[in-house]
């Protein structure tokens, strides 16, 4: 069945507002923007650069009156505050042509705003690629869940753990209950610790026997529904037990855990620990981004700044597009080829027609991602402010080298 946001991006691919553009916002609305609401402050400092650029464009009145109402509206919708329970969120305004409309995402790539003659949905598709479907196992000693999450929502498979798995009667006594044996016998003949021993080493059994079946059954169901990664659910003391069980095909779709009550974690918790955990985890791979894109740079396979990274797409040779979270900057672009430009004057070396019609935008950099995209390449968001300073502020790696010949057939 499809989901809200699929049946959404059905509806935004085929929408037309024309002549009216559309305003596209993506917005972080996670914990800390939450705080005096500053989620709204961003939006308001985004807003008043675009008003600015709106009033330079060279489009009928009502068409640049049609973007003002757009950003007033989107403006009182969000001190409303609606969007309570969103870690992010897309929304796409054509006031004129009675659009408005919002999607709810597990996280964004930068917060941005952006005026488009069609809706910027590409954002949305990468991040569904990106998460794709992930197996959250979760357990401890007396519980075993197993949920699956993709980008929109979240399910618990309820039905997952089926006899052939759990074949424990086969071999133990399905009474789990443990006793310590009574000393019938005086202190002189008791055999001191040997109770206490058996009762923790049978504790420890059906320990094991529990990560076995949980392990079991996940791999079961992976066979007929399989998922892209797995993430373990559990207290902080039982992390890592597990990986001695699960199958090498899950050992390597395994990508972090997570610190939960299995017993009592309600779905929305959990999905949110799950985004959050994806999430932190490209955190830690920035540093390594950054550097490889150092040691390609001699070797002709990467390129930094804007200029650079757009001649680059020009080409179609923009493997992953590297950008600071805070990084924005103006530009042009030509409709209805959408090719960017940074200097008007330069429109023949991109081979723009004299037909076609220049724009100017407040901040050029959501076109660049939407481009990228475009091309199926991959967005890589810089977030730790020392490493947004180390470089220009975007960069790009590169499919092919410009600087070694191409060899012949």
Known sequence: MPTKVMEQLNFLSKVSTAPYWITNLYLDLSGPRRVGKAYITAFKRLATEQREYINRMNLPEEVLQSMREDLERIREFLEKDPLKGYRAAAIFCSSSADLFEVVKLPYVYKDQLSISITPSIRQIIAIDEEIGKVGVLAFDKKHIRLFIVTYDKIEEVTDFINEDVARTSKFY???????????????????????????????????????????????????????DKLIIATFEEYKGHIEDFLHPYLLRRLVGYIEANPGTIQPYELADKVYQLLWDLDRKEEEEILQSLQEKNPKGLSVFGLEAVIKMLSIGNVRRLVVAQDYRHPGWIAIPSRTIILDPSK????????????????????????????????????????LQKSFEGIAAELRFSLTKPIPEW
């Not at 789990?176 to 005086?186: E, H, K, N, S, Y």
């Not at 206490?196 to 059954?217: G, N, Q, S």
């Not at 723009?352 to 724009?359: F, N, Q």
């Open 173 to 227: 006594s399905s009474d789990l209950r443990v006793a310590i044996p009574a000393r019938g016998q005086g202190y002189k003949f008791s055999m001191h610790g040997v109770g206490e021993y058996t009762f923790h080493m049978r504790l420890r059994e059906a320990f094991r026997r529990t990560l076995k079946i949980a392990a079991d059954a996940t791999f079961e169901y992976y066979k007929l529904n399989p998922f």
């Open 347 to 386: 429109r023949e070396e991109y081979f723009i027609g004299k037909e076609e019609k220049l724009y100017e935008l407040f901040d050029i950099v959501p076109e660049v991602i939407e481009e990228t995209l475009a091309q199926r390449g991959e967005i890589e968001v810089i977030v730790k402010p020392e």
